[in-house]
């Protein structure tokens, strides 16, 4: 896996991280571990073979990133052989098949797959939202409460009205700002500020008879938006969709997350979304009542949430489906809710499919799937790695007596995900659906681990240290990351000592 980000000395940092099964454990488990991290454009300069002249561009293009991964996993020592995936961002660069990073180490490694990011995936199908206009102004009205109460001033104001006012303990008395990376905080960001609006109108009428001008203009022209009855339905239909992902969104930024289990909570997800989609008129009923007990407690009326926004009889700008006499519940449910969910399931689908293509035979191996499968299920995958395994016949037989070992189990015990059946499956008894299945558990989910590194490295390389070494940077990273393996300091004062003869003896 692998990830690219700027530090504040304006070097391209690229993150390399490694996925494995730890077989000392038990039970097994996935670790996913940086190994090196360097200056990319340094990297690829250093290694250019091209006359210098001095107009020289350096390219970031697929050929010459992936010609750096190659010659530091060979550095590493890595064999190529084993290399059965590989995970990055959506960028144009790492995913194009044909002139990408994955195809060029697919050249070298034919058996490394690329698995787009499942939280950027994520990410992108949930920013979908923001087609429909009446979700992208909410969005915009939240990014602005959140910038208006940055100022300790007007936020400390609000956290007194929040005391004053709250009848019972709230979980979160904090707004919570968008996120770039740390992408769960885009749902909880919703949700929070769902939670809080009635105090922000609370507060915000109070600052209407402030003495600073700035405060009172934005006061007053954020308390107009936030009691738009087109806002109040963004909100709640909003902070439905945000709930129902933000559980896939934590289990996806989890260190060593699994694949199949991935796969398994982003199916439940889409299903829940294409519930609603079926039950639409009675999903929403319930949720357009929300949305107008919100607007009673913010002081906007039932009669003001049932009349429908201004609209044109043809609308280029603004969404204006249904008939011309409709209710107000039936247009926010044709123009907002309806397309919310097609936009963001749509999208979904159309982005994890083929995550389930790929690892559509290996599944089902899995002892939760190999009651209803075949020999003929399986021998895809045992064709595409069969340099891993034995004959095909040696193969077939070990995965019928797998298969008749489970249907004479219960149900209560069997394992839904790749490491769990792995921990299951006997190495020396069943070789083969062992490596199949250890292969299924490697293939990488996110580039969340690069990702957490970034953190270090911001925290690390500092406007003060902004000239340190690339090599000593890698270092100080890497000692964070692999803190089990660090010498205690007698061993270091050891090998300090041991450099040359010293008139004073070394001791603690």
């Known amino acids: 896996m692998a990830d690219e980000t700027q530090d504040c000395a304006k070097r391209e940092q690229l993150v390399i991280a490694i996925r494995y099964v730890d077989t000392k454990n038990v039970p097994k488990i996935i670790k996913e571990e940086p190994v090196a991290i360097l200056d990319l454009i340094a990297d690829i300069k250093s290694s250019d073979q091209s006359d210098e002249t001095e107009h020289n561009e350096i390219k970031l293009c697929g050929k010459a990133i992936g010609e750096t991964l190659l010659r530091h996993i060979s550095e590493l020592g890595l064999d190529l052989q084993y290399l059965v995936g590989q995970g990055y961002d959506g960028a144009a660069s790492m995913s194009s098949e044909r002139v990408g990073v994955c195809s060029f180490i697919k050249s070298a490694a034919p058996l490394a797959d690329y698995f787009h990011c499942c939280m950027h995936a994520l990410n992108l199908s949930c920013s979908r939202a923001a087609k429909i206009p009446a979700i992208r102004h909410c969005m915009d009205d939240i990014k602005d409460i959140n910038n208006f109460f940055k100022h ?3 936020n400390s104001y609000l956290q007194a009205v929040i005391a004053r006012e709250s009848i019972e303990e709230l979980q979160r008395r904090q707004l919570v700002t968008l996120c770039e990376t740390r992408f769960v905080e885009r749902h909880e960001s919703v949700l ?3 939670q809080l609006l009635p105090y922000i109108v609370v507060c915000l009428e109070e600052m209407l008879a402030w003495d600073s001008l700035d405060t009172r203009k934005d006061a007053r022209r954020l308390l107009k938006s936030l009691q738009d009855p087109q806002f109040l339905v963004a909100l709640v239909l909003a902070e439905k969709v945000s709930s129902v ?3 896939v969104s934590r289990s996806l930024q989890q260190i060593g997350s699994d694949l199949v289990k991935a796969m398994s909570t982003i199916s439940a997800t889409q299903s829940k979304l294409y519930t609603w989609r079926k039950g639409e008129e009675n999903e929403f009923a319930s949720m357009f009542e929300e949305a107008m007990l919100l607007g009673e407690n913010i002081g906007v009326t039932r009669e003001e949430m049932h009349a429908i926004p201004r609209a044109v009889s043809q609308s280029r700008f603004r969404s204006n489906a249904g008939e011309a006499n409709q209710k107000a519940i039936d247009y926010y ?3 907002v809710f309806l397309p919310l969910l097609d936009e963001v399931a749509g999208d979904m689908k159309a982005r994890f499919g083929p995550h389930q293509q ?3 035979t290996l599944t089902r191996i899995l002892p939760c799937f190999v009651k209803e499968s075949t020999w003929q299920d399986i021998l895809p995958a045992a064709l595409k790695y069969g340099v891993f395994l ?3 016949s040696i193969v077939e ?3 019928e007596i797998w298969k008749q070992q489970w249907l004479s189990r219960g149900t209560s015990t069997v394992a839904n995900t790749a490491i769990g059946a792995l921990g299951d499956c006997q190495g020396d008894v069943f070789p083969n659906l062992h490596t199949l299945l250890n292969i299924l558990t490697v293939l990488p989910v996110t580039t969340a681990e690069p990702e957490r590194l970034f953190s270090k490295l911001n925290s690390t390389l500092t406007a003060i240290r902004s000239t340190m070494s690339e090599e000593r940077l890698e270092s ?6 692999h803190r089990d393996r660090t010498p205690t300091s007698d061993k270091l004062i050891d090998s300090f000592a041991a450099l040359k003869s010293r008139r004073i003896p070394l001791k603690l």
């Open 152 to 154: 300790a001033k007007r």
């Open 192 to 194: 929070v500020a769902r």
């Open 245 to 247: 992902l933000r559980p």
């Open 333 to 335: 449910r044709i123009n």
């Open 358 to 360: 790929k690892i559509a």
């Open 390 to 392: 034995d004959p095909l």
């Open 397 to 399: 037989g070990e995965y």
């Open 476 to 481: 100080l990273l890497l000692l964070q990351v």
